[in-house]
């Protein structure tokens, strides 16, 4: 029996019909609800109970996404997605992708494809100048730039750095000896408690602390106290997360002040800026990145708001040996020359897992398509959306900012309880015209509208604030 097999000719004829049915999708994509309101198995039910014994031509599985899948999603690129943080992707990263997964090589060394590994290094070089970071997370110095596949791989391979160097080397082999901490914003993000668990502090490990109540910012007083209160308990403090943007109201925490404590300390300093670490591309922005001299660690993730489809997260150290030191493992098998001499990065010593997807292909087509202009364009135009929908916020009397909007997060309420405000979200949610969600800040339940998707213009912003307040018209004439 013959095995069946995608040719190259057949695959350049699917191949242009999926490209034509993406260009499709994108070309109609704002006449889309932006989410399904189906109940939950819609899908699945719409599906065969069996796979198909004969394989099936591309042509009969194109139809199958237009009836099945596309009216079960929820669009992140629709003008009209305002929800959590954007997840960008874009044509150079579409097709990026593409090329790497037709490739199919494996970097998990750079004996097993040295363009995966060289590539990566470089363009993470290309990223760290675009954003201005300090030269010590240069791969030409002791630090260098990886591609993980989130942020939260970004907190836990930092977390499992920190607890090497807090231990004095004894982790990696003998595991916890003693009760380490954690510290972060009570706006922190939640991987940091997820990594604290993984790598074996536990919840109780983590350290919340607490934030000033009008910007909501980590209070550098409250870290440094509870530093001292874990050291008198005979705790070793690991390492401190700060955040540039949390992800309830993207607050910037005080870098300067908390970089001297840790530095004062010996913790392990990482910065998360998973949103609004792409807005440093944009010189007036970079304020927000001001005293990142200090971290040891610091992760953006170009698929949030960078146009640079996921999984992409960016993450840098300042001293790549410590990371390599502690989460190296080296069986026979994968001992080769190149490795051996030391000329060469092997990346599978920057992450957890060992294998490795050549990311840096749909980063380097973004690079090179957009080029540093364009990026900043894509990035201003954000802001700008935001403030123009901030500003009708503040001239209506019967609503409020919540918080500041440095980025192109705005978290507003209409002065009204609760359960008012979360009816507000539910019926703009379910009308298909627009996506938001919601946080609390100050305990008060607020609404959070996100921008980012590159189709979103002006007209998206100004149609949303009036889908906005005729809601709220009816809900208040109650």
């Given amino acids: 029996m013959s095995v069946p097999h995608m040719d190259p000719d057949e695959f350049r004829r699917a191949g242009h019909a999926v490209v034509d049915w993406i260009a499709d999708y994108w070309a109609t994509l704002e ?17 065969p109970a069996a796979p198909p014994t004969v394989g099936e031509p591309i ?3 194109l139809p199958d996404l ?51 590994t060289e590539l990566e290094t470089v363009t993470m070089d290309w990223l760290a100048q675009l954003l201005d970071l300090p030269q010590r997370f240069r791969s030409t110095g002791t630090g260098g730039g990886v591609i993980q596949d989130s942020a939260s791989s970004a907190t836990l391979v930092a977390t499992l750095a920190a607890l090497h160097r807090a231990s004095g080397g004894r982790w990696r082999d003998a595991g916890i000896d003693r009760r380490y901490r954690a510290y972060t914003s009570v706006h922190g993000h939640s991987s940091i408690e997820k990594a604290a668990r993984i790598a074996g502090l536990g919840t109780d490990g983590v350290r919340s602390i607490e934030v000033d109540p009008d910007t909501q910012a980590l209070l550098p007083d409250a870290l440094r106290a509870a530093i001292e209160a874990d050291l008198a308990a005979g705790d070793v403090p690991a390492i401190v997360v700060a955040t540039i943007g ?9 870098l300067p002040e908390i970089g001297a404590i840790c530095a004062e300390y010996g913790i392990w300093l990482h910065v998360d800026a998973a949103y609004a670490g792409a807005a440093a ?10 005293g990142l001299e200090y971290a040891d660690s610091y992760c953006f993730d170009p698929h949030k708001w960078l ?7 960016a993450f840098w150290v300042a001293d790549r040996a410590e990371l390599i030191e502690a989460l190296t493992v080296l069986p026979e098998f994968l001992r080769n ?25 749909k980063l380097w087509f973004v690079l090179r398509w957009y080029g540093a202009e364009g990026l900043r364009a894509h990035i201003r135009s954000g802001v700008a959306l935001a403030a123009r929908f901030a500003d009708r916020v503040r001239s209506d009397n019967r609503f409020e900012l919540a918080a500041a909007h440095p980025f192109s997060l705005v978290c507003f309420r209409l002065r009204a309880d609760d359960d008012t405000n979360a009816e507000l979200l539910a019926r703009v949610n379910r009308s298909g015209r627009a996506y938001l969600t919601h946080t609390r800040v100050a305990s008060r339940y607020t609404l959070r509208l996100a921008v980012g998707s590159p189709q979103t213009a002006e007209r998206h912003v100004d149609e949303a604030w009036a889908l906005l307040t005729d809601t709220a018209a009816d809900l208040l004439a109650r």
């Fill in 31 to 47: 006449q889309l609800p932006v989410a399904p309101t189906d109940p939950p198995g819609a899908v699945a039910s719409a599906l």
């Fill in 59 to 61: 042509e009969a599985v």
């Fill in 66 to 116: 237009d009836r099945i899948v596309v009216p079960g999603l929820t669009h992140w690129q629709h003008p009209g997605f305002f929800g959590y943080f954007p997840a960008n992707t874009s044509g150079p990263s579409v097709l990026g992708d593409l090329v790497s997964a037709g490739l199919g090589v494996q970097g998990m060394l750079w004996a097993t494809s040295p363009a995966c």
């Fill in 246 to 254: 949390t992800t309830s109201t993207t607050a910037v925490d005080p």
């Fill in 281 to 290: 591309v944009c010189p007036e922005l970079r304020w927000s990145h001001v």
């Fill in 307 to 313: 146009l640079t489809g996921f999984d992409c997260d």
């Fill in 337 to 361: 020359a190149a490795s051996d001499s030391g000329a060469v990065i092997d990346y599978r010593d920057w992450q957890v897992p060992l294998g490795r997807r050549f990311r840096a292909l």
